[in-house]
Nanobody
């Protein structure tokens, strides 16, 4: 089992920045790809970005490409999501998730964090 805990959410004005973190614990000896998803009120959970265990492969949703950056520090079992030029439409609960291989589908992920709220005011 892998436990994931997100942090770093909050309230920010449009154009501002936030950095989310996702710390993994438990069975972290396996090589996991890590993804970020988000869910706004009344909407389905949507893919944001994913990074392979090595960090060599990343995929971004078009809506965040050029504004968000995902990185990971495997020695710390932590993944980061730097969010810049935030827009009101980025407002959502952000979840990190882990699985063995890179995927952009939330249905493929085995482990999920509890989520962290990001609110962008206009």
């Amino acid at each position: 089992q892998v436990q994931l805990v997100e942090s770093g959410g909050g309230l920010v004005q449009a154009g501002g920045s936030l950095r989310l973190s996702c710390a993994a614990s438990g069975r972290t000896d396996s090589n996991y790809a890590m993804g970020w998803f988000r869910q706004a009120p009344g909407k389905e959970r949507e893919f944001v970005v994913v990074i392979s265990w090595s960090g060599g492969t990343t995929y971004y949703a078009d809506s965040v490409k050029g504004r968000f950056i995902i990185t990971r520090a495997n020695a710390k079992n932590t993944v980061y999501l730097q969010m810049n030029s935030l827009k009101p439409e980025d407002t959502a609960v952000y979840y990190c998730a882990a699985r063995d291989l890179v995927s952009t589908s939330s249905y493929d992920y085995h482990y999920w964090g509890q989520g962290t709220q990001v609110t962008v005011s206009s």
